[in-house]
């Protein structure tokens, strides 16, 4: 969704924050633009599409300035257009602000600001704020109470950033929607994601809900929302620039597919351990805590709901607790069951997930232990949880998720053979052969991706098809459904995953001559009924594509082996050749596999 970039120092502030935009294209928007103070005054640059059209449009080369702010709009209030583009500025010219959330009460905020006398060139709510600004500063002579009486005026998510020819420096504030501050060496950069100025700086501050700070080329300050000055905390990110490049590779989504062994081993790192309990130093539960638990719910959205439904299999199995997997926006209607002998975890690679984070404050308020699992260090959901266990997957750049999606899986598997050690439900035998299983994995996923030459074969039948089916059983079924998603937002076949036996109670019907059926086993105790079902629809015309580590011999079928494991961790290795297949389709039909169409990487709205 929307990506904001500032920039203040000595160097020319447009080059920078067109590189940052461009890093920020992943996330998914339909215009761009840019402010400079330059001589005194605000220049604006803004253009429908993609980042290059403000260069091409303006001859930005010769746009001078050391201060400046930036947008990528993903559209929610009024079309994608050169009006609506961010930055906007109030009428008198005087401010220009960048935004990312929604002004829940712009409406009302746009009747009272016109009744004064103000006019609006947009459709956007982000317009109400420049000209609020503009109002009180009027009023008061001094930005930083006029900036704070605006923001006590909006109602809804902000990460806003200003700039005026009245100060130096950049102000900012956030509510609800994630903002960092990159500090460098006489020079300061601002970012809603880390990977947009990850190659300046390695250091940040990270602003919290209410609160304003205040950039210069020399300064950063902080304030609270009775304006009194804050002191906080600096925090070195690790990730390493060449993460967030594509390395050689076509596209992020492959490179991100191929760093999967990596990701893995980052992820279980000094987390488990052979011969030695399990580690997780951030996770302060014990035994009369875990034994008290009545039922653990697993909260996310999209593929990080699909790594909570194996992570399920893995909790009852491993600790025999009961576990319920819930859609984050399905969560808070569901009325669900929550007290204090309720384990609540949150899974969200970008930590901003909207609806993942009122999960988790409804989890909060009914007094359930959160645990937030991600990928981005200080993002807001780390900051609302009562702990936070992080994938260290490196930064995911793709819209699809891969990467972050098997370390999210391996960490919930980790933890689930953490909560069993504590609760003593399984022989310590099982523990360590399991733990031993969970090491190997990276080898396996190398042995998956050294042999591609079979799935990109298959991708190359299923390419023209418009349709296709997922089956499963178990942990295949889960497998299944993060399939089908991969293959349906990239590639934009239509597909549904379905429970093996379940096909046949309807959507059996749609299974035509040369439909596409995709069959997953992992497990041979269930192996002979999901061939069942297989040729169940092979009898009906179906064309079977079977992922499968059980010894199997059936010619009608393309089968392509991967190497076994134990069923609970399955879903690491099978998705691999998965992931592969959605990725050939999307790259034969010649889409853009890194940003697919109505995606956006960090879902902010509700
Ligand atoms: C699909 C995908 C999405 C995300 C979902 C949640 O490939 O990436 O389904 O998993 O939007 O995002 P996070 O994990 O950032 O909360």
Known sequence: MCGIVGYIGNKKANPILIDGLLALEYRGYDSAGIALIDNGKINVFKEKGRVKNISLNNNMDTATGNVGIAHTRWATHGKPSQENAHPHMDNSKMFAVVHNGIIENYSELREFLKKKGYHFDSETDTEVIPNLIHYYYQDCNNFLEAFNRTLNDLKGSYAILVISPLFEGVYVAKMASPLVIGEGNNENFIASDIPAILSYTKEFYFLNDGEIGYITKQEIKFYNNKLEKIVNEKKVIEWDKNAADKDGFDDYMLKEIYEQPRAIKETLAGRVVLNNSCNFPDLEIDKNYLEKIKRVYIVACGTAMHAGLVGKKAIEQLCNITTIVDVASEF???????????????????????????????????????????????????????????????????????????????????????????????????????????????????????????????????????????????????????????????????????????????????????????????NSDICEKTLSNLEEVKTRGAKIVLISNVDIVNEDMIIVNIPQINSILAPIVAIIPLQLLAYYIAKNKGLDVDKPRNLAKSVTVE
């Open 332 to 522: 808070r209607y569901n009325k669900p069951i929550i007290d204090d002998e309720t384990l609540c975890i949150f899974i969200s690679q970008s930590g901003e997930t909207a609806d993942t984070i009122a999960a988790l404050k409804l989890a909060k308020s009914n007094n359930a232990k959160t645990i937030a699992i991600s990928n981005v260090l200080g993002s807001s959901i780390t900051r609302e949880a009562d702990y936070v266990v992080y994938t260290h997957a490196g930064p995911e750049i793709a819209v699809a998720s891969t990467k972050a999606y098997v370390s999210q899986v391996a960490t919930i598997i980790g933890m689930a053979i953490y909560f069993a050690e504590i609760l003593d439900t399984l022989d310590k035998k099982e523990i360590e052969k399991i733990k031993t299983e969970l090491l190997d994995l990276p080898s396996k996923i190398d042995k998956v991706l050294d042999n591609t030459k079979e799935i990109i074969d298959i991708a190359k039948n299923i390419t023209n098809e418009t349709n296709a089916f997922y089956i499963g059983r178990g942990n295949d079924y889960n497998i299944a459904l993060e399939g089908s998603l991969k293959l349906k937002e990239i590639s934009y076949i239509h597909s549904e995953a379905y429970p093996a036996g379940e096909l046949k109670h309807g959507p059996i019907a749609l299974i035509e001559n040369d439909t596409y059926v995709i069959g997953i086993i992992t």
